[in-house]
């Protein structure tokens, strides 16, 4: 048998300044797409308020928005992810990316809307090896994290009363948290919220 063909091995330098380049752009779509995600669970409010239930219509814009965050992720080979591991700059992308998917997956639990976890795997599955690895390291001490936060930004309303809830991932790392709009309780009015992402 001919032996099988292998791919040269790639250059940790170039792999690592590759992803320095991309950097900011790939920050800048999971603020976006976590936007969009935040916008369409908003608008889908009245929908679940009438019904109990979202339309495919919907459906498929989650989708739509999950997939894209994944596919920042995807565009990367695994030879490369393999190196960028050691890369803090790539781990936090990979958290931010994350907690935007595990925070929709938590309010499509409390919602009873259906999620797709197929899609968001890669994303959700590299993030819990991060955590466990970063686990490993710091044993049981308190590790730094990303934290992506859904805030309410509309001005103080005294008739609505109370704050928007908020999910904590825990799964993917103690200080990533984030929320998301839900059907309000005996109130005819749902709050805005803006996304911010931030590290400490």
Known sequence: MPPKKTSPPLDPDAVFLDFASQEAVLLKVIVEEAKK???ICKAAVPELEATGAVSKATLLLMRSAIRAVVLLLEDWEP???AILRTNPAFVSFVR?????LFTHQNWCGENSVGFPSDIAHPVL?????FKNENKARRGQGNASGIIIEISDSSSSD??????PSTTDNSVVD??????????????GK???????????
């Open 79 to 81: 030879k490369a992810i």
């Open 37 to 39: 995600l935040v916008d």
């Open 96 to 100: 931010q990316a994350a907690a935007v």
């Open 190 to 200: 749902v709050d805005g919220f803006e996304l911010e992402a931030r590290s400490r």
């Open 158 to 163: 005294s008739s609505s009363g109370g704050a």
């Open 125 to 129: 599955s590299l993030a819990t090896e």
């Open 174 to 187: 103690a200080d990533i948290t984030m929320s998301e709009p839900t059907p309000s309780k005996g109130r």
